[in-house]
C-alpha cells in the first residue's frame, strides 16, 4: 500500500519561500508511468493543481504558480519536495501530494500551511 506524507513548517511570514516535503513508502517514485503531484485547497475554495514531477525527473507546472513554484526530488530518500517563493496570505491552504499513475490515486493526508505575520 502506497502512502504519502507530507512534512513542513506550518507557519510561513509573508515574502519567505513555503518549503514541502512529501515522503513515499510503499512504492518507488522512480516507477514507470507514475506521477507525483501536488495540489492545494485553500478555506473555501477549489482544488489547484500546482505541479508535480514524473517518475524520469520532467518536472511541470502550473501556469499561474510557474514563476513562484520549484519541484524537486530526492530519489535517495523517496521524497519530492515544493518549494513556493514570495508566500502571500493568499497562499494559506491545506497541501497535498499526491501519486497518480491513471488508476488509483493515493492522497497524503495534507498538511495546512499559514502565510502570516
Known amino acids: 500500500q502506497v502512502q504519502l506524507q507530507e512534512s513542513g513548517p506550518d507557519l510561513v511570514a509573508p515574502s519567505q519561500t513555503l518549503s514541502l516535503t512529501c515522503t513515499v513508502s510503499?512504492?518507488?517514485?522512480?516507477?514507470?508511468?507514475?506521477?507525483w503531484n501536488w495540489i492545494r485547497q485553500a478555506s473555501g475554495k477549489g482544488l489547484e493543481w500546482m505541479g508535480g514531477?514524473?517518475?524520469?525527473?520532467?518536472?511541470y507546472y502550473s501556469p499561474t504558480l510557474k514563476s513562484r513554484t520549484s519541484i524537486s526530488r530526492d530519489t535517495s530518500k523517496n521524497q519530492f519536495s515544493l518549494q513556493l517563493m514570495s508566500a502571500t496570505p493568499e497562499d494559506t491552504a491545506v497541501y497535498y501530494c499526491?501519486?497518480?499513475?491513471?488508476?488509483?490515486?493515493?492522497w497524503g493526508k495534507g498538511t495546512l500551511v499559514y502565510v502570516s505575520s
Open positions: 510503499g512504492g518507488s517514485i522512480t516507477s514507470k508511468d507514475v506521477y
Open positions: 514531477i514524473n517518475y524520469d525527473g520532467t518536472i
Open positions: 499526491i501519486r497518480m499513475d491513471g488508476g488509483m490515486d493515493y
